[in-house]
């Protein structure tokens, strides 16, 4: 379903929220074993680290950073897991908000989920992070700038002045589109495409395709927050995928 137009944007506003559904929405099987999230009470949920997931299309060394068994080896993890809240029920009844929020008051964890990405990227020789709106500008431009990077926002329609290209994805109801830039990356270049949670994973796959289409490689995707239960990875197929901790 996806299609490409170019067009004149004018700016708006940059962030808007994001929730993610709970486990009763129906989506295509998931080929990579789930790891399920623990919880101590209903309204303070802890996330088990997760792993990345390799890509057969790129010799990009994938460490076990953030493997099951990281939480015993790098207590950044353990920090990142309980800064992190999730808010049942919001902004409507059935959804589970994953809360960053509280991440962010904590400089060290939020410092310390920055500095985990940067040490597994600082020396890829990647020249493009690219971040999805509108979370992924939280996290985006501050690895750009530790690994020496630009920093290119991926937005969603009627955001972005200028000339734009577009990708149109499919959502549960209807569709939405993603829009870059025309020039912001050049054939050639290797980008990173950062979120700060992969639910269903048809925003990732909108921005690997955009960049695709104009030359780029697309070397990982990196998200702090996933909902395994919501089948993303499953929608990325060989993409590799790196993520912090497992969500609800």
Do not use: W
Not at 27 to 50: G, K, T, V
Not at 81 to 94: L, Q
Request: net charge neutral.
């Amino acid at each position: 379903m996806q299609s490409s137009r170019l067009v004149i944007r004018c700016s708006n506003s940059l962030f808007g929220s994001a929730v993610t559904p709970l486990t009763t929405f129906s989506f295509s099987s998931l080929r990579f074993p789930p790891f399920i999230a623990n919880s101590s009470s209903s309204s303070s949920i802890h996330f088990r680290p997760l792993h990345s997931t390799p890509s057969s299309s790129d010799s990009f060394p994938l460490s076990e950073m953030a493997s099951n068994h990281a939480q015993d080896q790098d207590p950044r993890l353990a920090k990142i897991s309980s800064a992190i809240r999730v808010i049942p029920n919001f902004p409507k009844p059935g959804i589970m908000f994953q809360d960053i929020t509280t991440l962010l008051l904590d400089t060290k964890a939020f410092k310390d989920t920055i500095d985990l990405f940067v040490e597994r990227y600082r020396d890829q020789n990647i020249s493009v992070v690219a971040g999805i709106e509108a979370r992924g500008f939280i996290f985006g431009p501050s690895i750009a700038l530790a690994i020496g990077a630009k920093f290119v926002p991926m937005r969603k329609p009627n955001k972005l002045p200028g000339e734009v290209i577009s990708e149109e994805y499919s959502l549960e109801y209807g569709t939405d589109k993603m829009e870059m830039h025309v020039g912001a990356v050049q054939p050639g270049e290797r980008a990173l495409v950062i979120d700060d949670l992969i639910a269903t994973g048809g925003t990732l796959c909108a921005a690997i395709k955009l960049l695709e289409r104009v030359g780029v490689h697309v070397v990982e995707c990196a998200c702090v927050i996933e909902l395994p239960e919501l089948k993303g990875r499953e929608r990325l197929g060989d993409k590799s995928l790196f993520v912090l901790v497992n969500g609800a």
